[in-house]
Nanobody
Framework: QVQLVESGGGLVQAGDSLRLSCAAS????????MGWFRQAPGKEREFVAA????????LYADSVKGRFAISRDNAKNTLYLQMNSLKPEDTAVYYC????????????????????WGQGTQVTVSP
């Protein structure tokens, strides 16, 4: 059974940093893309960042570019999201996602392109 378990969320002040982790189990994702999405209250889930299988290429939403950094440790089957200079508008539930297909180059950015999802971790940024 495949599981993605996020951790690292919390309540912080604007300008602070947080590091989210996503531990995968049940299969290896070292040959697949992974990503982070978020959903704020009353809004649709949106793309935040994604990384290809080997970790050599990344994509970011314009709203987080320059502040967030996605990385992965395939030996640990773990995905990370370093979030710096947090803003109140970053407040959301953050979800980890993994593509089930073996793919070393393409980086999915849309919800329907991912097959596995974590339960989410809450990030709240106060002004």
């Amino acid at each position: 059974q495949v599981q993605l378990v996020e951790s690292g969320g919390g309540l912080v002040q604007a300008g602070d940093s947080l590091r989210l982790s996503c531990a995968a189990s049940g299969r290896t994702f070292s040959n697949s893309a992974m990503g982070w999405f978020r959903q704020a209250p009353g809004k649709e889930r949106e793309f935040v960042a994604a990384i290809n299988a080997r970790g050599a290429s990344t994509l970011y939403a314009d709203s987080v570019k320059g502040r967030f950094a996605i990385s992965r440790d395939n030996a640990k089957n773990t995905l990370y999201l370093q979030m710096n200079s947090l803003k109140p508008e970053d407040t959301a539930v953050y979800y980890c996602a993994a593509d089930h297909t073996i793919n070393f180059y393409y980086i999915p950015t849309r919800n329907h392109e991912y097959d596995y999802w974590g339960q989410g971790t809450q990030v709240t940024v106060s002004p």
